[in-house]
Nanobody, 119 residues
Framework: QVQLVESGGGLVQAGGSLRLSCAAS????????MGWFRQAPGKERELVARITWSGGSTYYADSVKGRFTISRDNAKNTVYLQMNSLKAEDTAVYYCAARPSSLATYTHWGQGTQVTVSS
């Protein structure tokens, strides 16, 4: 089992930066693909970024490509989302999620952290 706890959200002005962290418990963290999702009010949850267990492959939604960077430190059981050049449309609750590499569905979710970007 993997339990996930996000931190690092907050209020920032447009153009600013935030770094989200997701601390995972469980001995098998390194075997999981990790993803960051977000959900804005009235919108569906969307995958923002994903990283493989080794960190060797990443995916970004077009809306954040070039501005956000996902990374992980398996020794610390932590995955990060560095968010630069933030825009008002990045405002959302951000969720960390994990899935075994053999599955397409994310099986473990954090509680979410609010990111608010003021314009």
């Amino acid at each position: 089992q993997v339990q996930l706890v996000e931190s690092g959200g907050g209020l920032v002005q447009a153009g600013g930066s935030l770094r989200l962290s997701c601390a995972a418990s469980g001995r098998t963290f390194s075997r999981y693909f990790m993803g960051w999702f977000r959900q804005a009010p009235g919108k569906e949850r969307e995958l923002v970024a994903r990283i493989t267990w080794s960190g060797g492959s990443t995916y970004y939604a077009d809306s954040v490509k070039g501005r956000f960077t996902i990374s992980r430190d398996n020794a610390k059981n932590t995955v990060y989302l560095q968010m630069n050049s933030l825009k008002a449309e990045d405002t959302a609750v951000y969720y960390c999620a994990a899935r075994p590499s053999s599955l397409a569905t994310y099986t473990h979710w954090g509680q979410g952290t609010q990111v608010t970007v003021s314009s």
